[in-house]
T-cell receptor, first 113, second 114 residues
């Protein structure tokens, strides 16, 4: 596609539930990033994929968060036992080879009630 | 200025004026810097970048200045237009080049009055 696509655009879930957020990067981009943006703050790094492997997952806040990219294209961010503090916009970005100036999607707004 | 809690620094300008948005970074090892524009409900949009071996870079209507001595970045927007209204973030790459994750600042809200 022309840009990075994220689905759903909005997700409301109950505390304790499991959610999956999907990112479809720009075709051919080998590098994929997940960031989280809380209200009034800048995005915070979560995880970086180069191809299928997670090259850096140091930003994942705890073991309730997990991400996969099994075929080196689409990625899914998975959050178990959601908490109200997980409410934020989850942004995905991709770049051609992990180099500078990557392209962000519009994000998934997650609300945990 | 500095942000406090959830309150973003704000800048309000008249259409046609020049805007200057400032950003301080903390890590002297950072070697790459980007300015992003974020409109409501959208992801950050790349505006311009600069590497640490440069002190100035110009784009279309935008200029980024880098002062490594005081760890300061600025974004200058010429002839600001209403469509420039958005939150602007500076971001730095701190990981020494092997991993291109970025650390973002808190952002500045630019409002352009017609």
């Amino acid at each position: 596609g022309a840009g990075v696509s994220q689905t759903p655009s909005n997700k409301v879930t109950e505390k304790g539930k499991y959610v999956e957020l999907r990112c479809d990067p720009i075709s051919g981009h080998t590098a994929l990033y997940w960031y989280r943006q809380s209200l009034g703050q800048g995005p915070e790094f979560l995880i970086y994929f180069q191809g299928t492997g997670a090259a850096d997952d140091s930003g994942l806040p705890n073991d309730r968060f997990f991400a996969v990219r099994p075929e080196g294209s689409v990625s899914t961010l998975k959050i178990q036992r959601t908490e109200r503090g997980d409410s934020a916009v989850y942004l995905c970005a991709s770049s051609l080879d992990g180099r500078y100036g990557y392209t962000f999607g519009s994000g998934t707004r997650l609300t945990v009630v | 200025g500095e942000s406090v809690g959830l309150h973003l620094p704000t800048l309000s300008v008249q259409e046609g004026d020049n805007s200057i948005i400032n950003c301080a970074y903390s890590n002297s090892a950072s070697d790459y810097f980007i300015w992003y524009k974020q409109e409501s409900g959208k992801g950050p949009q790349f505006i311009i970048d600069i590497r640490s071996n440069m002190d100035k870079r110009q784009g279309q209507r935008v200029t980024v200045l880098l002062n490594k001595t005081v760890k300061h970045l600025s974004l200058q927007i010429a002839a600001t237009q209403p469509g420039d209204s958005a939150v602007y973030f500076c971001a730095e790459n701190r990981s020494g080049g092997s991993n291109y994750k970025l650390t973002f600042g808190k952002g500045t809200l630019l409002t352009v009055n017609p």
